[in-house]
Structure formats: structure tokens, C-alpha cells
């Protein structure tokens, strides 16, 4: 008899388990500075800057902008706005840290999220950001260019394991793109004071 509750018990933890993890919805962390990011922009040389609207790019599917599946959970900003404005948020939170955001610069930064997925495969998952960032100077365009970060990983079996290790490698990429716009030399040449 106690044998037949303990199963019992058992089963229904699974259940609830499983419940939980199918046709979730979760929602990206708030962009925080990263250590790495504000000391890239520091040294940059660049001077002030304010960062204008971002959107997704003319032509991309909308869903692209609102939400990604990670197996059975799906992902979104955790604003409800959009992955866009996420990436913009994520630019922000960089450039507010190393102290270069200004909101009276004449050089403005704004982007278009051209390509965002994650897959969270069996064995090694990966996931893909690209954007294209264009840096305006008293209303010329100085900056025009498509930046894209990957990220691959072990990826587990297992649900439970695999769906958060995935939103985590997901988010930390807005991080990374953010930083290979900081390193990329002709956006350097463009924001020197």
C-alpha cells in the first residue's frame, strides 16, 4: 500500500513537472552592464553619443521581433516590447555604465534586428543575433554596417537543463554584439570625441 502512494506521489510530481515545462513563457532578464562592455567603450576613445529607436529590419518576419521558441518554452522581452528594443535597452545600459550616453550628441546611434534563433539541439545547441547599426553625425550617415554573434554549447537531453542554458546563451548574446560594435574600428573613427 505505501508502496502504491509513493508511485503515486511520484507520478503526479512528474506531471506537474511536465506541466510546468510544456508551452511555458518566460521572459529575458533586464539588460545589465557588463565589466567587459563598459571597459571596451572606455577605451575606446569615443566620445558622447545618444542612442536613437531601434526596430526590426524592412522586410523580416515580425514574429522575428516578439518571441522565440526554446523547445516547448517561449521567449520574450521582458518589457513585452520587442527583441529590437531589448538590443536598444542592451546599447543603453553599456554606454550609461562607461558614462558616454547623451542624449544632447549630435552622434546617434540606431539599429534594425535583422536575424535572432536559438536552437537548443540534443547534443550542442547554438544560437544567432545580427544587426545592422548606423551611426548619424548632424543628420549625415557615418556608420552603416550589418554585425552578427554566435554562440554554440553543450546542450542537454534533458528540458529542464537545455531550455534555461539556452535563454542564457541567447541573452548574453545581445552583450556580445553590443561589444563587436564597440570593437569594430570604423564605429571607433566615427564616436572619437
Do not use: H
Not at 8 to 37: E, F, K, R, Y
Amino acid at each position: 500500500m505505501n508502496g502504491s502512494i509513493l508511485r503515486g506521489s511520484t507520478t503526479a510530481a512528474a506531471a506537474v513537472t511536465i506541466a510546468l515545462l510544456i508551452g511555458c513563457a518566460t521572459q529575458l532578464g533586464a539588460p545589465v552592464a557588463s565589466a567587459d562592455n563598459t571597459t571596451k567603450a572606455r577605451a575606446t576613445g569615443m566620445g558622447t553619443v545618444q542612442v536613437g529607436e531601434f526596430a526590426l529590419a524592412p522586410g523580416k518576419d515580425k514574429s522575428l521581433d516578439s518571441s522565440i521558441s526554446v523547445r516547448a518554452a517561449s521567449v520574450s522581452e521582458p518589457t513585452g516590447g520587442s527583441f529590437s528594443q531589448y538590443l536598444r535597452e542592451t546599447l543603453i545600459v553599456e554606454l550609461k555604465s562607461a558614462g558616454l550616453l547623451n542624449p544632447a550628441s549630435p552622434a546617434v546611434i540606431t539599429g534594425f534586428l535583422t536575424e535572432s534563433q536559438v536552437d537548443p539541439a540534443m547534443s550542442e545547441g547554438s544560437a544567432k543575433l545580427a544587426a545592422r547599426f548606423v551611426v548619424t553625425r548632424a543628420g549625415s550617415t557615418v556608420y552603416d554596417r550589418e554585425l552578427t554573434v554566435t554562440s554554440k554549447w553543450a546542450s542537454s537531453f534533458v528540458g529542464a537543463v537545455a531550455i534555461p542554458a539556452a535563454i542564457n546563451e541567447y541573452t548574453g548574446l545581445y552583450r556580445k554584439l553590443v561589444g563587436v560594435l564597440l570593437d569594430d574600428p570604423k564605429f571607433q573613427e566615427v564616436t572619437r570625441k
